[in-house]
């Protein structure tokens, strides 16, 4: 078990207030080679609006229960060296298809918020990794490089259903048709 701790202070998501530890819970994670691995994350709340945050180191994408280089190899390889099922594989690639278009409007609408150069391209993309050169390059580990300001950004996009795990009532049943 693994304790996760930032060492820099980064403002609430959702308002940039300020962040207060209240807790820690368990998450865990798949690595590449199929190993389970547990952490203990810490969680934050903040002192302006209290909504509560989860600290995530940059291995993980919320949300996924597998590691983030795990994710990017079944991206970028037809036949990637990680321990997942065929579903899991597909899985990944459609998210990652429908995904990468929000996220490389959400860095460009960051890099125009703070003021940072963006080349827009008129050529149109070959895959969908292309749109990322321009931001993390060619290096490994870019997935957490993409997902974190998106994250801290709070334009993390939820796709989990609340009726998928949660009981329906019966009064909420009698109103179906």
Known sequence: MFFVRSAEVIPCPSCLGHLG?????????VQ?????????????????????????PNILVPYKR???ASIEQAVKEVNP??????????RWRSWFKVWAVYATRCLSALAHRYGFPVEES???????????????GQADKWLGQIVRPIANANLWVQTRSAFLSAVVPSTFMLALP
């Open 21 to 29: 530890v209240v807790g820690s819970r368990r998450r865990g994670y």
């Open 32 to 56: 590449g080679s199929g190993h389970s691995v547990k952490l203990i994350i810490r969680r934050l709340r903040c002192k302006d609006c209290k909504k509560i945050h989860h600290e995530l």
């Open 66 to 68: 597998h590691e983030a």
């Open 122 to 136: 008129s050529i149109p993309t070959q895959s969908p990794l292309q749109p990322f050169g321009q931001w993390v």
């Open 81 to 90: 060296a990680v321990a997942a099922d065929e579903s899991t594989l597909y």
